[in-house]
């Protein structure tokens, strides 16, 4: 018979619950792969019935990393983020991992001071979606000090880390395309953060397909969201105006409908528009929008497991790359008809 459970479970009750080590016992804890899948499957399964919870607080002081990972992000209010930050912390808990997580909100250098925090806490790992190049050195020194770090969405060079991306070049040459088809033939790219390297592969993309068939490449870029209307609604209203936009994430889309609403310029019988970077509400709008859909929830997820096989197999120098699949989602704005989701 099993025995009962008290008040606090140690995890030497859980190791004379099973007949095994405390050794064996805190390396099913920690995820440890030498251990069977039978002899795992009896240590969870004590585990549950004793109700131990490990001792968060002993370990930190014990100076062991903590079954905390971190995630970094630049906000939560864009919803392609928030998705992925929900994916992280899910499967981070199914392998018995909580989440701290830290969103800059559009101010760079506080990234450094939340790098900073998450290391106070002795972290076993780090999700990051990077803003500042700035972090390079920072970012260095945690992974020499034996801390894995996966790169989510996008990269910065010089840090040598794991790597789960987006086919976002093949993205931005699948939905230009889809707008030359159409016969247009004035396609404005528009958005902001081109310094970014999954941004500026958008770019790239929208160039290449442009130039392949011929046509001149148009840019508007600007340095934040809220610059888009102006510089869109002058451009709309100058001789020679697009007949067709290319957005280039999921915010720039809602800010260019709003403008365009605004002004009474139809979509999509006066200008198209197919955006990168598709959202839960975008079949929902006025004009559902047609858009690259990347995969938010497996991007995080795919960074999670990465982190969490480097923490298992004690490999903290990985530097793999998972680039995955974006598809493009048919909707009304790009002027099909069409009930896509």
Request: glycine share 6%; proline share 5%.
């Amino acid at each position: 018979m099993g025995r009962r459970p008290r008040a606090t479970t140690t995890i030497s009750d859980v190791a004379r619950e099973c007949g095994v080590s405390t050794m064996t016992v805190s390396r099913v804890i920690n995820g440890n792969k030498s251990v069977s899948a039978e002899m795992a499957s009896r240590v969870h399964a004590a585990i549950a019935r004793l109700n131990y919870q490990p001792n968060e607080a002993a370990r930190i002081l014990r100076g062991q990393s903590s079954r905390t990972i971190g995630l970094l992000l630049p906000n939560l209010a864009d919803t392609f983020f928030s998705q992925c930050a929900h994916a992280v912390q899910q499967r981070a808990a199914q392998n018995g991992y909580t989440t701290m997580i830290f969103a800059c909100e559009g101010d760079r250098e506080s990234e450094a001071e939340e790098l900073t925090i998450m290391r106070s806490r002795n972290i076993a790992g780090i999700v990051l979606v990077p803003s500042n190049r700035k972090l390079v050195p920072q970012l260095r020194q945690m992974r020499s000090a034996g801390l894995p770090i996966v790169m989510v969405d996008r990269t910065i060079s010089g840090l040598e880390a794991g790597q789960v991306l987006v086919e976002n070049e093949e993205g931005a040459i699948m939905a230009v395309n889809h707008l030359i088809g159409h016969g247009h033939r004035h396609i404005l790219c528009t958005g902001y953060d081109s310094e970014y390297d999954s941004v500026g592969k958008r770019i790239q993309g929208y160039r290449r397909a442009m130039e392949d068939a011929g046509l001149e490449p148009e840019l508007l870029i600007v340095d934040r969201p809220e610059a888009v209307r102006p510089h869109l609604l002058a451009r709309m209203h100058a001789p020679n105006a697009p007949t067709a936009l290319f957005t280039l994430n999921n915010v720039t889309s809602i800010e260019a409908l709003r403008s365009l609403q605004s002004e009474a310029f139809p979509v999509p019988d006066q200008v198209a528009i197919v955006g990168f970077d598709d959202f839960e509400l975008a079949p929902l709008l006025a004009v559902p929008l047609t858009a690259v859909r990347q995969p938010a929830s497996e991007l995080g997820e795919c960074a999670t497991q990465m982190l969490l096989d480097s923490l298992s197999e004690g490999s903290h120098s990985s530097s793999k790359t998972v680039i995955l699949p974006t598809r493009l989602i048919i909707r009304n704005s790009c002027g099909c008809i069409s009930h896509g989701r």
